[in-house]
Every structure is written in C-alpha cells, then in structure tokens.
C-alpha cells in the first residue's frame, strides 16, 4: 500500500509568494493534519481536517489555509511568504484518533 | 494545556549499549503517548504507542516504551543499540478527545558510537 505522498519534495519561493502544497493520505484514512517543522525544533501543529471539516488550528497566522477534498487528499495554502516560513511542511494521516498518525515524506519549502 | 519535554538533545551511546531517551509530559487527563523517529530528510516514522491497557509497549526496531502515570513519564529504551538507530526521536503527546493534534517534544538526537 502506499503511504502518505506528498508533493513537491522541494520548492523554492520568493518572499510575498504564495504557495500550495498537496497531500494525498493512506486509502481509507479520513484524517489529515499538516505540521510545520522548523530546523531543529519538534512539528508543529497547523491544521486537523476530518471528513473535509477544519476541525482543529494551530498558532499560525491568516496567511496559512487548508482543505480536504472529497477523495481525502488536502492542500495547504501560505499566502504572502516569509523569510521565517522556510520550513520542512509535514502532511499526516490517520484512521482514528488513537491509531496515530503516518507522515509523509515533506515538502521542503525554502523563501528567499 | 499540553506539553512535552524531552530531557537532553543530543544522547550519545557505544554500539551494543542501552538507550534510553527520556520524555516527560504534562496533561490535565492521561493522553495517548507515541514516539517518532526521524532520519536526516525524511518524515517520521511511528516507533510505538501507548493508548490503554499495558503500560509497558513494545514498538519496531527493539525499541520500547513504559507508561509511568505517577511520574507523568514515558522513557524510550532499547537494550543494545545499533549504528542504525542513529536518529532524531520526537516524544508526543494527544488528547484523547478534542481536535486530533500532537504536542512534540524537542527532539533527542542519538549518536551511537562504534
């Protein structure tokens, strides 16, 4: 089976620029959560969606969005890109909130 | 609120020694309790869980885990470390209802020496 996917493996933005990254989770799972993770730091929590519903935030600005399509795969938006937005974007995926999640690989976005 | 404190960023162990990373929480209720492990430019990968029952969880790899309530604690170890266990290990904690999110810890970065 495939594992959680994720798109692009790399990416480098401008400062101002928007940029989508994409997720498509494990068949059946209908959670989906995207963590931010600095260099040298733990994940960070910025967005839950279950069955295409928000249904957690994190502390992270306006400029960050998100959604979950229909087949449960998930996009998360960053509007207006910082310096500080470079980062390592995680996308996770569950069954049930006690199974735990599986990350995929990341998306490594840098901002110049 | 929830949070996780993983005592040391860097642990450096000889191969063939016992590892032990160590990770304390603090939650108003117990949560469910995982580690993760990270190689370099890679995502996570579970190691183990703990959700109810046993308070002693054996994951992947030889790794375990035990669930200690009265010392809000939940210590990695493995008896006889290997070069490939050479990692960065996550501790996190989630609540057990609410919103599906993980608190990690900082991380311990595990050098194992030949």
């Known amino acids: 089976d495939a594992g959680v996917t994720q798109s692009p493996t790399h990416l480098i933005k401008t400062r101002g620029q928007h940029v989508t990254l994409r997720c498509s989770p494990i068949s059946g799972h209908k959670s989906v959560s995207w963590y931010q993770q600095v260099l040298g730091q733990g994940p960070q929590f910025i967005f839950q969606?279950?069955?295409?519903?928000?249904?957690g935030r994190g502390n992270f600005p306006d400029r960050f969005s998100a959604r979950q399509f229909p087949n449960y795969s998930s996009e998360l938006n960053v509007n207006a890109l910082l310096l500080g937005d470079s980062a390592l974007y995680l996308c996770a995926s569950s069954y049930g909130q006690g199974d735990g999640y599986t990350f995929g690989s990341g998306t490594r976005l840098t901002v110049v | 609120a929830q949070s996780v404190t993983q005592l040391g960023s860097h642990v450096s162990v000889s191969e063939g020694a016992l590892v032990l990373l160590r990770c304390n929480y603090s939650?108003?209720?117990?949560?469910?309790l995982f580690w993760y492990v990270q190689y370099p430019n890679q995502g996570l990968q579970l190691l183990l869980k703990?959700?109810?029952?046993?308070?002693l969880v054996k994951g992947i790899n030889g790794f375990e885990a035990e669930f200690k309530k009265s010392e809000t604690s939940f210590h990695l170890t493995k008896p006889s470390a290997h070069m490939s266990d050479a990692a960065e290990y996550f501790c996190a904690v989630s609540s057990r209802s609410g919103t599906y999110k993980y608190i990690f810890g900082t991380g311990t970065r595990l050098k194992v020496l030949a």
């Open positions: 703990y959700t109810t029952g046993a308070t």
């Open positions: 939650s108003s209720v117990p949560p469910y």
């Open positions: 969606y279950y069955e295409k519903e928000e249904r």
